[in-house]
């Protein structure tokens, strides 16, 4: 059953270098702050100071309470190693009702 708007439910796309994502995605799922993350190689080409860089890195894929997003990105800003980190925060239009029925289980209420 797929179950439309309004939900509670978001996506933050978050890259990391190589070797330090899993660390990061363990601290956001132990805190209840995710459900799961997902990691994915990728390679990105971007402009920082200046200068054209081409490096490796890794995307989490975090799933989360839209109303937990803000934290998320917080505690994304604390630990995270870059001086700017990406946080994209995409919000959920619909999806399987059991999937986001857990989602919100396994997440903290926002405050």
Do not use: F
């Amino acid at each position: 059953m797929i179950v439309v708007m309004p939900l509670d439910a978001a996506v933050v796309l978050v890259t990391a270098p190589p070797g330090e994502a899993s660390a990061l995605a363990r601290l956001l799922v132990d805190e209840r702050l995710a459900a799961c993350v997902q990691l994915v190689k990728i390679r990105s080409i971007y402009r920082w100071e200046g200068q054209v860089e081409d490096q490796p890195e890794e995307l989490l894929l975090i799933k989360t309470r839209r109303s937990l997003a803000d934290r998320v990105c917080a505690r994304v800003r604390e630990v995270h190693p870059y001086e700017v980190p990406e946080a994209l925060v995409l919000p959920v239009a619909s999806g399987l009702g059991p999937y986001l029925d857990w989602l919100l289980a396994e997440t903290h209420q926002a405050p």
